[in-house]
């Protein structure tokens, strides 16, 4: 949603993944609030630096007029600052959430309460993403300037405003999956960065700036890079080849269809 609107790539949004992720521990494991005070507490916060990045970084330079190649500069500057002042305040070894989920073996199948979670927040957030898309004024306002910025305005649309939001919520989202990723493995100041690229390859295989298409698109990476992990277990490679999946996905759809799916969901 940021790109459809700040329409340029944010690199430091993977570093908004790390930050929402090291508030979750903050708050969870060494306040010993618990993951469901985590949770809400990191989006806001995540969600307040979001609304401050582009606030203080990106609404200046767009006004003077910088390119996106200016602002794809700034945003993986500012993704280094938030890295290493992460790595200032909690160090660079990994930790960990101290939180244990109860499994259940079905045959070679194993599915933990913390998978079970992490699907059923993915789904209750896309639902409840669509209908603020659909039915509410500010989703109706963020489609409008997505698509026609200079109609919107005209029709008494405030764009930054609106820019604003959407950084502010695009920042918490990004905190709740930050969170189920360290959860899932560890959390340290690369958290984010580690998965940047299948979080582009997300963008592009659904249509950069569409929401509906970047939902499918995940279902889809995510699925060819576990089916993947099982043929590399296969031909007894390293399962950590498993990158190299989203970055094939990357490059075949930038060759044969670089609008990706979008072409499917012109009205989201």
């Not at 979001?50 to 203080?56: E, P, T």
Request: with cysteine.
């Amino acid at each position: 949603m940021t790109y459809g609107l700040s329409k340029f790539p944010n690199f430091a949004h993977a570093e908004l993944l790390t930050v929402g992720a090291f508030f979750g521990y903050l708050v969870s494991v060494q306040l010993g609030l618990g993951l469901s005070v985590a949770f809400p507490v990191a989006f806001l916060l995540t969600g307040v630096v979001g609304f401050l990045c582009y606030r203080s970084v990106f609404q200046p330079l767009a006004r003077r007029g910088a390119t996106i190649i200016h602002l794809m500069v700034a945003s993986i500057g500012l993704g280094f600052v938030l890295r290493y002042s992460i790595g200032s305040i909690w160090g660079w070894k990994p930790l960990y959430f101290v939180s244990k989920w109860p499994s259940l073996d079905m045959g070679p199948l194993r599915i933990t309460g913390l998978w079970v979670w992490i699907i059923f927040s993915a789904v209750g957030l896309s639902v409840i993403m669509h209908f603020i898309l659909i039915k509410t004024k500010i989703g109706k306002a963020i489609r409008a300037s997505s698509s026609n910025p200079e109609l919107a305005k005209a029709s008494g649309v405030n764009t930054d405003n609106v820019i604003l939001i959407t950084w502010f919520v695009g920042a918490g989202l990004a905190a709740i999956a930050g969170i189920f990723r360290a959860a899932n493995t560890q959390i340290w100041p690369m958290t984010g960065w580690d998965i940047i690229l299948p979080i582009f390859a997300v963008a592009i295989l659904g249509g950069i700036g569409n929401f509906y298409g970047a939902i499918v698109a995940a279902f889809i990476i995510g699925l060819a890079e576990n089916c993947g992990v099982v043929a590399l277990m296969a031909l007894g490679f390293s399962t950590s080849y498993r990158i190299a999946v989203a970055f094939l996905i990357l490059i075949i759809t930038l060759i044969v269809k670089p609008q990706g799916l979008a072409m499917f969901f012109r009205r989201g």
